[in-house]
């Protein structure tokens, strides 16, 4: 490595290039998981975005479903500063499908805790060119 | 010819970035998930719980750790281009993080951000300069500090360097200093932020307007709260440190101009001309910033897919490896000789100006800025 190398803290000839490097880098990145997501990849299992207990699952197996229709109902805790206060309540949720596809299997029954990112609800395959 | 040495730049590169790779592969499968099980003091996962130590805080202590104890305080010649990666991925992982904003909740913050930044980050500037001259600092060490201790630890006293003919010795000082109030910072925000029940919003809002680099806001705030999603205090102290990473040019300007003011016309740029607004607002605007916009205006469209699905889920999960890498290769370039060569006065100075800022932007914080989540 050349003398002048040294001691700089980027690889790229400024820091202009290296900025321009980062804005070319996320593209491709994001561009890579949007086409896996949206054509590759060949099942979606939907997991819970936060720990709660199950209430009601409104699919079933080889069931057809369209963006927006519930998938799931389920329990949670719901924090939320209001007035400098911490409030703590029990709320539920519904969720609904991203996109459309058909459910392949469910895994889960009502009343079962769901651990964030964890417990596997439903896998379900998606139409293709869509983003689940 | 110049494509060969291209190719052998690149090939450079792979050893150290292998490194870094290597290090996030070995925190995130094998040593997070044991210090979540882990039971000390006879708690489950006191590790994680109490000492708030999660994948992005111990890719920093390992990068330390290579630095000072197995580079011996120098990172070797073949891992030194890998690790000059670094800021590579750490900007990357900012512009990412602008998934986390539709264009509606960034003005919806933007203007505080806007207000609280500019006050602590000139502030911070003007406060260096009086006490920098008044203990006696070198005109050119009182330029790089002032601007790392205002804006932004690393790319700020870069961009200062040549305006106020600073060495790259004092570069390298005030970089020690900041980075290193950063880690004291890092690790003790936490605390703090959970003994005073700060929201995620408050607490975005404080580390962003206190600490000095992105890394640092980003870890800091993900051992606060170490979810990716809207709402959460890395979300928050994003746009509060990337308001700070946009005012870099002006902070530049100001202190560059204090220099030529300050010592006759000799450091007014390399040509002897005045320093002109709109020239350093086009030569040292961090453009990556658009990146982040960018990525805003693709959430604000819904084109990176529905809050909560896979799509985006898989995007942060990435998100957090770039981040991670790039933390690995940041906390290398802590090196314990420096801080201590910093000794003295630049130290004095850091620790004065970082200490009373980051004092200053909590009491305000507690104060005027509301526990209630902005968005």
């Not at chain 1, 040294?6 to 400024?14: A, P, R, S």
């Given at each position: 490595m050349s003398d002048k190398a040294?001691?700089?803290?980027?690889?790229?000839?400024?820091d202009r290039h290296e900025d321009a490097a980062a804005m070319v880098f996320v593209s491709l990145v994001v561009a890579f998981v949007l086409v896996y997501m949206a054509y590759v990849v060949p099942t979606i299992t939907i997991k819970p975005s936060q720990d709660g207990k199950l209430v009601a699952v409104a699919v079933q197996p080889d069931q057809e479903i369209k963006k927006g229709d519930v998938m799931y109902t389920f329990e949670y805790t719901d924090k939320k500063f209001v007035n400098g206060q911490l409030e703590e309540k029990i709320a539920t949720k519904d969720v609904k499908a991203s996109t459309n596809g058909k459910v392949l299997s469910v895994s889960v029954k009502e009343g079962d805790a769901l651990k964030k990112g964890k417990t596997a609800i439903l896998v379900m395959d998606h139409e293709k060119g869509t983003l689940p | 010819m110049e494509e060969k040495s291209r190719v052998a730049n690149i090939l450079a590169i792979v050893p150290g970035l292998a490194v870094m790779v290597g290090t996030l592969f070995l925190l995130r499968t094998y040593v997070e998930p044991w210090m979540k099980d882990a039971v000390v003091l006879g708690q489950k996962g006191w590790l994680v719980k109490v000492l708030s130590l999660n994948y992005i805080l111990l890719s920093i202590i390992a990068g330390i750790i290579y630095r000072n104890v197995f580079f011996g305080g120098r990172i070797p010649d073949w891992a030194e281009a890998g690790f000059r990666t670094t800021r590579l991925f750490i900007k990357s992982g900012v512009i990412m993080l602008g998934s986390l904003y539709t264009l509606q909740k960034l003005a919806k913050v933007g203007s505080i951000a806007i207000l609280l930044i500019s006050t602590f980050v000139f502030g911070t500037v003007f406060f260096v300069i009086w006490y920098g001259k008044r203990i006696g600092m070198d005109r050119s060490m009182i330029g790089v500090m002032g601007a790392s201790c205002g804006v932004c630890g690393v790319s700020a006293a870069v961009a200062t360097a040549p305006g106020v003919n600073a060495k790259p010795s004092e570069v390298a000082l005030a970089i020690a200093t900041i980075l290193g109030f950063g880690i004291m910072t890092m690790f003790i925000s936490p605390f703090i932020g959970k003994a005073l029940m700060m929201s995620d919003y408050q607490f975005g809002a404080w580390v962003g307007t206190g600490i000095l680099n992105s890394g640092q806001v980003l870890a800091t705030c993900l051992a606060f709260n170490p979810t990716f999603a809207p709402g959460t205090a890395v979300a928050y102290g994003e746009i509060w440190n990337v308001v700070r990473v946009i005012s870099i040019p002006f902070v530049v300007f100001i202190v560059t101009t204090w220099a030529c003011k300050s010592e006759a016309a000799e450091s007014c740029d390399a040509t002897g001309q005045k320093m002109d607004m709109a020239k350093v607002f086009k030569d040292r605007?961090?453009?990556f910033v658009l990146g982040f916009f960018g990525m805003t205006a693709l959430s604000s469209l819904g084109w990176l897919g529905a809050e909560g699905s896979n799509t985006l889920h898989l995007l942060r999960d990435v998100m957090s490896w770039i981040f991670g890498i790039g933390l690995v290769g940041q906390g290398a370039y802590i090196d314990f000789r420096e801080l201590k060569r910093a000794g003295g006065k630049p130290l004095r100075v850091g620790l004065v100006a970082g200490t009373l800022k980051y004092v200053v932007a909590l009491i305000v914080i507690m104060l005027f800025v509301s526990k209630d989540a902005s968005f």
């Open positions: 040294k001691g700089k803290m980027t690889v790229f000839k400024t | 605007f961090p453009i």
